[in-house]
T-cell receptor
């Protein structure tokens, strides 16, 4: 199972771009990288998933270098409502059978 | 469109009591999961069901049992609650397939064991 490592916390001012990097050195060939967002007292919510290179949706971008040993979630122009915990997961084919979420990165957006 | 529904939302139990947490999804997903989240921690997988009729242990299964009642419903049972089981419990469902990964979570059940 690929283990992930990400910063425990980050602070950012409103309007800035935030980049959260996740390290997954032993990622397997058929593993995907998925990011989730969790607000207090809510269940996690899917943000973005990728396999290689760059993926972008209406919420975020995900950058994955060629060696796939890390990935970076990029949130453009954050607002106070982006304050949440962000989890990086690595697993094959979207299966969550034995994946743990870890402690995630607590992002605090400052006015 | 309800998604994943968990009941109850809150529960207080005395040590030694039993209870069942209910989870139902209306997205026709094959896989369902139960996680627990302790204060300031990430989610830990208790049990999962890859498909109807199958269940398997996750990272922290001790003290819990599960039943995949049908494709829609996946319940979690605490036979003899202990204070260490005080936590927020999340149910999730997904349809794992290459390139399709989104798991949908319920709103959680906040359980306190006194």
């Amino acid at each position: 199972l690929a283990k992930t490592t990400q910063p425990i916390s980050m602070d950012s001012y409103e309007g800035q771009e935030v980049n959260i990097t996740c390290s997954h050195n032993n990622i397997a060939t058929n593993d995907y990288i998925t990011w989730y967002q969790q607000f207090p007292s809510q269940g996690p919510r899917f943000i973005i998933q990728g396999y290689k290179t760059k993926v972008t949706n209406e919420v975020a971008s995900l950058f994955i270098p060629a060696d796939r040993k890390s990935s970076t979630l990029s949130l453009p122009r954050v607002s106070l409502s982006d304050t949440a915990v962000y989890y990086c997961l690595v697993d094959k084919s979207g299966g969550y059978q034995k994946v743990t979420f870890g402690t995630g990165t607590k992002l605090q957006v400052i006015p | 469109n309800a998604g994943v529904t968990q009941t109850p939302k809150f529960q207080v139990l005395k040590t030694g009591q039993s209870m069942t947490l209910q989870c139902a999804q209306d997205m026709n997903h094959n896989s369902m999961y139960w996680y627990r989240q302790d204060p300031g921690m990430g989610l830990r997988l208790i049990y999962y069901s890859a498909s109807e009729g199958t269940t398997d242990k996750g990272e922290v299964p001790n003290g819990y049992n599960v039943s995949r009642l049908n494709k829609r419903e996946f319940s979690l049972r605490l036979e003899s609650a202990a204070p260490s089981q005080t936590s927020v419990y999340f149910c999730a469902s997904s349809d794992p397939a290459p390139g399709v990964a989104e798991a949908f979570f319920g709103q959680g059940t906040r359980l306190t064991v006194v």
